[in-house]
């Protein structure tokens, strides 16, 4: 079981940067496919970017291609989410999940950090 805490969002004007990370604990974190999804009232869960467990693949959602990057340091059980270039569609609470490699149908999920972008 891991235990997954995010940080690092907030208030940011449009075009601005936020760089957000989640901090894991309790278990083998590089045996951990990693994503970030977004949510807003009303609306589903959105994956956002996904790293396999050693970082050497990467996935993004077409709307922060080019925008947003993800990495992660399995040293340090944490990963990263690099905003750039926010949009206010970007406005959402954003999650960190894990997946064990081996059981991909297994989710953990942190409480979430909120992300505002105003126009």
């Known amino acids: 079981q891991v235990q997954l805490v995010e940080s690092g969002g907030g208030l940011v004007q449009a075009g601005g940067s936020l760089r957000l990370s989640c901090a894991a604990s309790?278990?083998?974190?590089?045996?951990?496919?990693i994503g970030w999804y977004r949510q807003v009232p009303g609306k589903q869960r959105e994956l956002v970017a996904t790293i396999s467990s050693d970082g050497g693949r990467t996935n993004y959602a077409d709307s922060v291609k080019g925008r947003f990057t993800i990495s992660r340091d399995n040293a340090k059980n944490t990963v990263f989410l690099q905003m750039n270039s926010l949009k206010p569609e970007d406005t959402a609470v954003y999650y960190c999940?894990?997946?064990?490699?081996?059981?991909?149908?297994?989710?953990?999920w942190g409480q979430g950090t909120q992300v505002t972008v105003s126009s």
């Open positions: 999940n894990a997946k064990p490699v081996y059981a991909t149908y297994i989710n953990y």
């Open positions: 309790g278990s083998t974190f590089s045996s951990y496919v």
